[in-house]
């Protein structure tokens, strides 16, 4: 993860954005060699022990996403608990766009960047979606991010 001191260049915006959008993945994937049981008829795996609480996986999700965003993650990536442990589903999530592209800062302040990014990776092709990141001293966090709606990573959750 490239240091929030000096994210303010394009190239380091761009690989910032792509690690916060391969986060959700990095969790539900770790999952992949963990013990599995059946549910309902569904698989479920194993999260390791890095990822063994609510509370480290936002704190994993929150080295780049708002608390907000953090928690619709994690719901999202819909963990159950079962025998002292976390799991998630086994099945592949799909496709989502998460690979900048392409990058254009917006507009930026003392304590904001907005920048617009073409991202790849989904179904149906690259997606444009606009990014607003706060910063706070050394630190850039992702507070809004748009097209939520229609990426299963960051909808509006209802579990």
């Not at 539900?28 to 309902?40: H, L, T, V």
């Not at 608390?67 to 025998?83: A, G, H, T, V």
């Amino acid at each position: 993860m490239p240091s929030a001191a000096t994210a303010h260049r394009v190239s380091q915006l761009t690989s910032f954005i792509n690690y916060a959008e391969g986060l959700w993945f990095s969790v539900r994937d770790s999952a992949s060699d963990g013990q599995s049981f059946s549910f309902n008829g569904d698989e479920y795996r194993c999260l390791p022990d890095r990822f063994g609480s609510r509370e480290k996986i936002e704190a994993y999700f929150g080295r780049c996403w708002s608390k907000e965003l953090s928690r619709i993650m994690l719901c999202n990536l819909d963990p159950i608990n079962y025998q002292g442990k976390r799991y998630v589903l086994a099945d592949a999530p799909g496709p989502a766009p998460r690979k900048v592209e392409s990058l254009r800062i917006v507009s930026r302040n003392a304590s904001r960047i907005r920048v617009s990014a073409v991202l790849s990776g989904g179904g149906g092709g690259n997606k444009t979606i606009r990014y607003t990141l706060a910063r706070t001293g050394e630190r850039l966090t992702i507070i809004a991010r748009t097209d939520r709606s229609n990426d299963y990573r960051y909808a509006r959750c209802t579990s």
